[in-house]
């Protein structure tokens, strides 16, 4: 039966000391129980090793992985994935809560859900700030908690190439997506860009329309911290640029590349204002090799 898989949830911790409890007992305390834990510490300057250490001592059954040095959250991640056995996966930052029925529901959505090729559930996402208070929703919702404007289904490729619309923490996916993709790109500074491009390739997206997950939105957070044109913001920018270039030769049809040329522009536009001209220089080339794409079609 569906409902008795074994899920694994990789928790990703880097200095959530503040957090990090809250965060793992809202994954023991879920309405599905067969779940296995698997924690990576990617060498928090804070306690959050020590949280860790003193919250298995109450909850033996996980997998620990303390980096001795910080690797990132896609190197970090990939290490837990090669040892999860679950038939699906979510990553969880460890600031993060998954509301009690998180993984019911997805599990429920995959089973429902009649797609082609079904690989990837997300849901709606409540945002709350460092104190636990509401700030929002990722999609607006109703009396009923239901969103107002149901995002996409399907084969969201031209989509997602077009526009951000997915909140990755609100995500449950087949292991066999990961396997396929070998888990996350470790040469780029962040994942999810790049997972939704090459998922959603041959994986359909299914909606499950419930806030099951609250996100918390910190001041020091990934994207908050960068400094306009600073080093990071430079490596985002550039691992955008290689993420489009893996999409440049995944396009298949008209449709998906006018969405690339979309994204191309969209991102000439921001790395332009950024003083980033060699970078500019490379999305210019792309688009015009994007412009003269032809696709051959096959007659039956």
Not at 5 to 13: A, D, E, F, H
Not at 215 to 235: D, E, H, I, T
Not at 258 to 268: F, V
Request: aromatic residues 12%; contains cysteine; charged residues 25%.
């Amino acid at each position: 039966m569906h409902n008795s898989k074994l899920v694994s949830v990789i928790c990703l911790c880097y200095n959530h000391e503040r957090y990090i409890e809250e965060c793992l007992d809202s994954v023991i305390n879920q309405t599905h129980s067969n779940i296995e834990i698997i924690i990576v510490d990617d060498f928090s300057s804070d306690n959050s090793a020590r949280v860790i250490h003193n919250w298995i001592k109450k909850n033996p059954n996980v997998i620990f992985i303390e980096n001795k040095q910080n690797l990132g959250n896609t190197y970090s991640f990939n290490q837990a994935l090669k040892k999860a056995k679950g038939t699906y996966i979510i990553d969880l930052a460890t600031d993060d809560v998954l509301l009690p029925n998180f993984i019911e529901t997805h599990l429920n959505n995959f089973y429902i859900k009649k797609t082609s090729n079904p690989g990837i559930s997300f849901c709606n996402v409540e945002l709350i700030d460092e104190d636990s208070n509401h700030i929002g929703y990722h999609f607006e919702i109703n009396t009923k908690r239901e969103a107002i404007k149901k995002p996409k289904e399907g084969d969201l490729f031209a989509s997602l190439l077009d526009s951000y619309y997915i909140n990755p923490v609100g995500m449950m996916t087949k292991k066999a997506v990961m396997d396929q993709l070998c888990g996350y790109d470790e040469s780029l500074a962040y994942e999810d860009f790049d997972f939704w491009i090459r998922s959603s390739r041959n994986f359909d997206y299914i909606y499950l329309d419930s806030v099951a997950i609250k996100k918390r939105v910190l001041k020091n957070s990934l994207s908050s911290s960068f400094k306009y044109g600073g080093k990071q913001q430079r490596n985002m920018d550039y691992s955008t640029y290689l993420v489009c270039k893996k999409a440049f030769n995944l396009v298949k049809t008209d449709v998906e590349k006018k969405a690339l040329s979309n994204r191309i522009i969209h991102e000439l536009k921001l790395v332009t204002k950024n003083f980033n001209f060699p970078l500019s220089f490379k999305y210019c080339f792309l688009y015009f090799k994007t412009k003269f794409l032809k696709f051959t079609s096959v007659s039956i």
